[in-house]
């Protein structure tokens, strides 16, 4: 079947698609329920809450001691000590069966109720006793004195808490002091998820050629959750009009608000729209938003009930939901918008938006006693801009860019955000080892992007702690020249290990490699490392010295090498390609060899040290970090890990003279 | 049975308590578990997961297009457009059947695998169709472009996310996209709640003369909860040796912590230790803590479990367990102490401690811009306490006072706090009404205080509103006296409304009452109002008039009055009193007197105004509450309220010259 390609011709602004969503439908909550004070936590109060019996509920004795007339021990001093009779004893629990008259007093425990004739309480403290039945009295006690009146903290007809009030564990105590057991909350939207794409497979079952995993339905049940909504599943939908069709009108009638992904860009398979027409008025009402990403976003409504159609890319699809369905959700379920769900950021650099289209910016939230906002770059697709993001922010559809330290609005995905130590850089399993020691106490962030991104990342301030092990041909020394080329100022070098890097190959050699230039000559599937990385500098190196020898240009060299282009992002990554065939060849550390069974001739003994910012040099996580490169235990690990040795003075500060 | 009263001679500080349980127990989760990613949410991961596909699994286009050879489309522009045959079409999630040669082209859909032959494509709005099966192309494309290469995202080995990681939508989205379903997360710890004290009654059921319902149970039940554990409410001991001994007996079985609350004081009915020291080895390892309140704080260790006793009062329980308990729960569940769980404030006035024991004092929290911590006076049995507070802060031992303006850490109860309207003075039906109607798009926390209570909360910022009804028995004149004689210049006073006050009584007004002396002189019990508000300001000018005329001192009718310290806090409350005969009158507004089908005489007119704080008066929430006072839908209410009548120039802001 052909089908019609859509043009988005009417693009509105967010606010304006909400104002046509008020048009046809009241954003609140759809109903109410009884639930118990166990399952109240974070429900919304339906109803003001009115106290039905006082607090006390009697008059009762803050303290442990006698219940006493005031009047009895007016006067009463350390040298002029009052006798008392002890006539009875009131437990907490206990309806008092004697009452106090005059020189006599009770004995009563704190909570417990003030017998009659009683109108004071003098601590056990500032009494003595004399025998079984006598006490003396060291102080005065004032009229009322350590009693808690009845109904002098609420008083029956007292609003305990209100209609719309989120329940805490405060307010779950102050309901249960009044008796109240079961309380009326707003009940859950019921909300629909499905993802729609012929390419989409369920996670959990094999991925055959072409398919990818469905990774929307999970994001959007999980922000539903936290939203406060009561999210379902209801499968992966194909791009055939008949089984949407019915899949949407089996939703309509089970659910109040239905979030599907995919199928909405005005390309091949756009059936979304059709459908959405067709099964009932007003229909769809927002055929696209002047945001990027979300242009092909649609809202419909049908029967009273809203279906948001969001982008398929899950970077992409998770921002459009926490701008638009987000509050729509929370407002349903009678939850105001929480604060703490945006939070104020600084940007490190200018960043660009699009002219006329509202533009949502994934960032990374990093603390530096104010929260930095570093945008995310990939594509949208990108699981990595997907775990590294915390938020967005928005470049608004009139402002060509925010200008560099401006301060922004950032949208969390989740108020789990940030770390407390954002390590990035250089990809190594030693060091992965000693991060794997410091999470059993801090959170910690650890980002591949190689050598040279994480010596930049220090420099901007994006980060606390990046591994370097970047070769300079001329002076032939590691990381310092590095350095001072880029002016790196604010940060000092922590002096690391030695590490052994090679060829790797797998067990027997199967291509007789021998050396570097085999790579080039013999017919081998090669795999590259990322560019920046210590590593790629390491290959280009080689390559240029070859190059030069042969007296032709790199770049030839590069294009007879097949792989050249097909970049890994950490040893692990380069051999598991070696390991199971995806290449013949790569280059890698000594102790990856080891771990993976593959071969390894040694190319180049290099230096591994850290670069730390200055900011984060006196905090906790980068001193225990110094701490334990200094320690015993770790110059033992590097002792045994193959092809690793600890340089001279080892976890030693250096401040580099630029 | 004879109870010996155990003496705390070994107080110790919070954290020496800590030394001690981590010399006996390691405070690490305790198993792991796989669940659903659909149950994955907040949970912490308890290994690294390491992705088993690449991401794109595939080489795939990343926009609609034409799947071309880059080489055959070099050169071409607007004015120089390249011809190419459409061989064939690929959808996204199918195989390519064909490939690309030489000339040709293959349409190709956003996320469909690159057919053989291609290495580019080029995107549709830079192609027209010229026929069926030839389109033209006016860009050239460089070779990969619009292509996502395979694993150029996450190559198969890398680690896609770290044990210990709390798992986030964004995290549940990264390990869809690797295919996993299910994931190994830390076990919750299952925490045994119980309550001790004869006093303690269920919530739900009645309470008998000297009972009180048990709080603690669920306050910490939702706070375990807040804090990944899983807690089970065991239920309400006995101050009984035997019945304690059994419950504890068959928790240490059963669960991995028990909390209780009560039976801990050094007075009466203090059981807990003995049993506890009975138990097993080492028992009770903590007799006390140094804090305030807190000091009866147990803790105790039984075969490697925890056992904490936090002190009976809600307030002091909440606060122990937030700052002993809480940690220790998070740690056992994987859990970090939450950045968000303690926020920095200032104080608006000096706040003392005690003297060698670290002092927790509870706060509310006001946003001025910044945070703003008000101590919660009341004691710590008060309900009002509880829900009015939002944390608390920390005086340390060694410190006498915290200084005014000085910042602090506030240990929230719950990330829920504050509010964005805070009202607070005088309790008025009808400013109930109003609020209920803001609470719609605003949380708005009311504080019945009184009218001058209000007022001083308004002098020192910590309240937006509050409602004044301030008779100056010298002038005669209601409000503006009283924000000149305590000189209140940092806010506005807006005109409100008239109500009337009046004698409130039972319907065929069974004690003949017919004007206030009578409730001086007959045998009546009389309800009063809290210090500080209007009504009791009233009440006492009228007393102090009849006073002189019968030349006696005010205090002498005081003393005459029966009820006259017996203070209710709202208008509601004194009706209700009256209405159910736990008193025979009282002084309230005719509108109460309505609603409740009482008997009105009619004492005074009064003026009810608003003080509005100049830092809110620019914020929404107030612009709408003002907004709404000048409304017709406003007028028309008061004009149909008994007793009440709007004040000429209702909602005009009047700057008072002081």
Not at 265 to 293: C, F, Q, T, W
Not at 557 to 581: C, L, M, N, P, Q
Request: net charge positive; with cysteine; hydrophobic share 40%.
């Amino acid at each position: 079947m052909e089908i019609k390609r859509k043009i988005f011709h009417k693009l509105v602004t967010p606010e304006e698609a909400l104002e046509k969503i008020v048009r046809y439908v009241r954003l609140k909550p759809l109903g109410v329920e009884k639930v118990s004070l166990e399952r109240a936590l974070g429900r919304v109060l339906a109803e003001n809450v009115v106290a039905k019996v006082n607090s006390p509920p009697f008059d009762r004795s803050t303290v442990d001691g006698y219940a006493v007339r005031s009047i009895d021990v007016a006067g009463a001093r350390e040298n002029n000590p009052i006798r008392l009779k002890v006539v009875g004893k009131v437990e907490a629990g206990e309806i008092p069966k004697i009452s106090v008259e005059s020189g006599e007093a009770v004995e009563i425990a704190t909570g417990a109720p003030i017998p009659p004739g009683a109108d004071a309480v003098v601590m056990v403290e500032f009494t003595r006793k004399v025998c079984e039945n006598i006490i003396e009295v060291f102080k005065s006690v004032s009229l009322g004195g350590n009693i808690s009146q009845t109904a002098s903290d609420v008083m029956i007809g007292e609003v305990i808490a209100y209609k719309g009030t989120v329940i805490t564990p405060q307010i779950i105590g102050a309901l249960a002091a009044v008796g109240v057991s079961r309380v009326l909350v707003f009940k859950k939207p019921k909300v629909a998820i499905l993802s729609t794409g012929n390419e989409l497979v369920k996670p959990g079952t094999p991925l055959s050629y072409g398919k990818i995993y469905d990774v929307n339905s999970y994001t959007l049940y999980s922000s539903v959750l936290e939203d406060g909504g009561d999210p379902e599943i209801i499968g992966i939908l194909p791009d055939s009009y008949e089984k949407i069709k019915e899949t949407l009108s089996y939703a309509l009638k089970n659910y109040d608000v239905i979030i599907t992904s995919g199928s909405t860009s005005a390309g091949i398979g756009d059936l979304m729209y059709r459908v959405l027409d067709e099964l009932g008025s007003p229909g769809v009402i927002v055929h696209g938003l002047n945001v990027k990403p979300g242009k092909p976003t649609i809202i419909a409504i049908i029967n009273n009930k809203l279906v948001f159609g969001l982008p398929g890319y899950p970077v992409s699809c998770l921002m459009n939901y926490n701008l638009i369905v987000k509050p729509i959700i929370r407002k349903l379920a009678g939850l105001r918008t929480k604060k703490t769900s945006v939070v104020k950021a600084v940007l490190p650099f200018r960043v660009f938006g699009e002219k006329g289209r509202r533009t949502f910016v994934p960032v990374a939230l990093i603390r530096r006693g104010k929260l930095i906002a570093f945008p995310v770059g990939g594509d949208s697709g990108s699981i990595a801009r997907l775990t590294r993001s915390d938020g967005f922010i928005v470049v608004p559809e009139n402002t060509s860019f925010l200008e560099e330290n401006s301060e922004v609005n950032v949208y969390l995905f989740s108020e789990n955000y940030g770390s407390d130590l954002e390590v990035i850089g250089s990809h190594c399993p030693v060091l992965e080892k000693i991060l794997d020691k410091l999470r059993n106490k801090f959170s910690v962030r650890m980002l591949n992007i190689g050598s040279l991104g994480g010596l930049l990342a220090i420099k901007r301030g994006e980060a606390d702690i990046a591994g370097l092990h970047l070769l300079d041909p001329e002076t032939a020394q590691y990381n310092i020249p590095f350095i001072r080329k880029y002016n790196v100022k604010n940060a000092v070098l922590v002096k690391g290990y030695f590490r052994e890097q090679g060829i790797i190959i797998p067990k027997g050699n199967p291509h007789k490699i021998r050396g570097f230039e085999d790579i080039i000559d013999k017919n081998v599937r090669f795999i590259n490392r990322n560019k920046g990385s210590g590593t790629r500098v390491l290959i280009d190196i080689l390559i240029s010295k070859i190059a030069e020898k042969r007296g032709v240009s790199a770049e030839d060299i590069k294009r007879r090498i097949d792989g050249y282009w097909i970049e890994a992002k950490t040893h692990f990554a380069v051999a598991s390609a070696v390991k199971y065939g995806r290449a013949d060849v790569g280059v890698s550390l000594r102790f990856i060899a080891e771990i993976y069974g593959l071969e390894f001739i040694p190319l180049r003994e290099e230096e591994y040290d850290f670069l730390i910012s200055l900011d984060a040099l006196n905090e906790e996580p980068v001193k225990e970090f110094i701490e334990y490169l200094r320690s015993r235990e770790f110059i033992e690990i590097l002792n045994k890990t193959p092809g690793y040795r600890p340089k001279d003075g080892i976890g030693e500060i250096v401040r580099i003279n630029l």
